[in-house]
T-cell receptor
Framework: DAGVIQSPRHEVTEMGQEVTLRCKPISGHNSLFWYRQTMMRGLELLIYFNNNVPIDDSGMPEDRFSAKMPNASFSTLKIQPSEPRDSAVYFC????????????FGPGTRLLVL | RKEVEQDPGPFNVPEGATVAFNCTYSNSASQSFFWYRQDCRKEPKLLMSVYSSGNEDGRFTAQLNRASQYISLLIRDSKLSDSATYLCVVTGGTGFQKLVFGTGTRLLVSP
């Protein structure tokens, strides 16, 4: 079975540009999570969806970040405009409601904003 | 104070050694506890859950002390393939029990 799929795997962009990260959760999982990982702050939860509905977005750093989940098999995280401090690895994870605490992570998107 | 604190290491040990990692957490309402493993430039993966009674999975033993808000992971007979970063994870928050990750302890096992 395919795991969580993320694209792109690497993204290099210039400050001020829009960045869109994509995620396909594991089929049948109805919870989806976006995380950001940096050396200084470790892994931080940005937003959590359950049945395509955003439940907790308290970790979203600011209005420049937005996330959507238009259907059960696709989610996006958008940064507009991007800034150098947004450089990080962004992970998407999914889980089933019955085992919500067991999360399966995608390979991540390495974002570098110049 | 961070919600989950870990010694960043690195812990450098020879093959066959026993090594232990510790972790403390600040939220007394945390209900579930885990160790995740993250290889270099890879995603985190669940290693094992941690139960109050302690639990073992092969060479790995996890312990939880709720009174001290302390979690441990013991690895016996270390293998080269155990080299990774080990993330201590607890649930936190109100209502939705989100996962809160420590920044990890790096283990390097050498021949």
């Amino acid at each position: 079975d395919a795991g969580v799929i993320q694209s792109p795997r690497h993204e290099v962009t210039e400050m001020g540009q829009e960045v869109t990260l994509r995620c396909k959760p594991i089929s049948g999982h109805n919870s989806l999570f976006w995380y950001r990982q940096t050396m200084m702050r470790g892994l931080e939860l940005l937003i959590y969806f359950n049945n395509n509905v955003p439940i907790d977005d308290s970790g979203m750093p600011e209005d420049r970040f937005s996330a959507k989940m238009p259907n059960a098999s696709f989610s996006t995280l958008k940064i507009q405009p991007s800034e150098p401090r947004d450089s990080a690895v962004y992970f998407c994870a999914s889980s089933s409601t019955r085992r919500m605490e067991t999360q399966y992570f995608g390979p991540g998107t390495r974002l570098l904003v110049l | 104070r961070k919600e989950v604190e870990q010694d960043p290491g690195p812990f450098n040990v020879p093959e066959g050694a026993t090594v232990a990692f510790n972790c403390t957490y600040s939220n007394s309402a945390s209900q579930s506890f885990f160790w995740y493993r993250q290889d270099c430039r890879k995603e985190p993966k669940l290693l094992m859950s941690v139960y109050s009674s302690g639990n073992e999975d092969g060479r790995f033993t996890a312990q939880l002390n709720r009174a001290s808000q302390y979690i441990s992971l013991l690895i016996r007979d270390s293998k080269l393939s155990d080299s990774a970063t080990y993330l201590c994870v607890v649930t936190g928050g109100t209502g939705f029990q989100k996962l809160v990750f420590g920044t990890g302890t790096r283990l390097l096992v050498s021949p």
